[in-house]
């Protein structure tokens, strides 16, 4: 059986050292620990299923996790909403420790996981929400209807988030979303080979 | 999960200059913090901390409910 693998890129790795030189430790720990529920919460469904994570890789785009095995469609369905659900559940634990606690970068790391569960819903590749848009849309209208759909729901979500992010930058209140809605535009893949490999973010 | 030794040093390494700068350039660090801040999304922090915050309100909130005997 092929060993899993780690795999960091040079931007990640870059990327991740600015982190630690511009962050204290618990800004760090508030942006780490919702990132690691949320793929903990991935891995823990493959597993569950008795699937074999295969590689997991860091880039500038975020996180990945490749395994191998067919669990069906409710299985790849079930293993991308698994993220969002660990990081939502993340969220509300931190909440009632943070502010049981007066810790406040535990309620900053709730709402980061808050927004990081919600954003990962939209139905926009390869964000979880377009993973299990794909999967269903596959099984319901075929791979070639199914990679039209969500390229056009990716598209079309995308550019509501340019446009959202482009008002927000024209009204001072800086450039993060329409980044982030530029980065889905061009970040996003719906070739047959992703809906079919098992390869979640 | 096996990661290349050598890619797994050179990170390492490169996390550590990452902390001995941060450490040695205060005001490089302040400075930038700031144009990022400004750049990105102002305010951010304040309101996703506040956020984080409003999920144990909701929590105590329902709780409440509860107690008084509500939906």
């Known amino acids: ?201 | 999960m096996r990661m290349q030794k050598t890619r797994a040093l050179w990170l390492a390494a490169l996390i550590l200059l990452a902390a001995l700068l941060r450490l040695l350039l205060p005001g490089t660090v302040k400075t930038l913090r700031a144009w990022a801040e400004e750049s990105l999304a102002p305010g951010v922090e304040e309101t996703v901390a506040a956020w984080g915050r409003a999920l144990a309100g909701q929590e105590e909130r329902v709780q409440a409910l509860h107690r008084e005997g509500g939906p």
Not at chain 1, 20 to 29: H, P, Q, S, W
Not at chain 1, 68 to 86: E, Y
């Open chain 1, 1 to 201: 059986m092929k060993e899993s693998r780690i795999d960091v890129s040079a931007g990640a790795a870059l990327l991740l050292a600015l982190l630690v030189f511009l962050l204290t430790g618990e800004e760090l720990l508030a942006l780490v620990l919702p990132a690691a529920a949320h793929e903990l919460g991935h891995l823990a469904a493959i597993l569950a299923l008795g699937l074999q994570p295969r590689r997991f890789s860091a880039s500038l785009g975020g996180f990945s996790l490749d395994y191998a095995g067919d669990p069906g469609t409710l299985g790849h369905v079930g293993i991308a909403a698994a993220g969002p659900a660990a990081g939502l559940l993340y969220a509300w634990a931190a909440s009632r420790l943070g502010t049981s606690s007066g810790r406040d970068w535990l309620c900053l790391s709730a709402g980061i996981s808050l927004l990081l569960s919600l954003f990962n819903l939209l139905p926009a590749l390869p964000l979880d929400g377009g993973q299990i848009l794909s999967r269903l849309s596959a099984a319901a209208l075929g791979e070639e209807r199914g990679t039209r759909l969500c390229r056009i729901t990716q598209l079309t979500v995308a550019a509501l988030l340019a446009a959202a992010g482009g008002i927000l930058l024209l009204r001072g209140k800086g450039a993060a979303l329409l980044l982030m809605g530029i980065g889905l535009l061009f970040g996003g893949e719906t070739t047959p080979g992703l809906v079919k490999k098992g390869i979640i973010r």
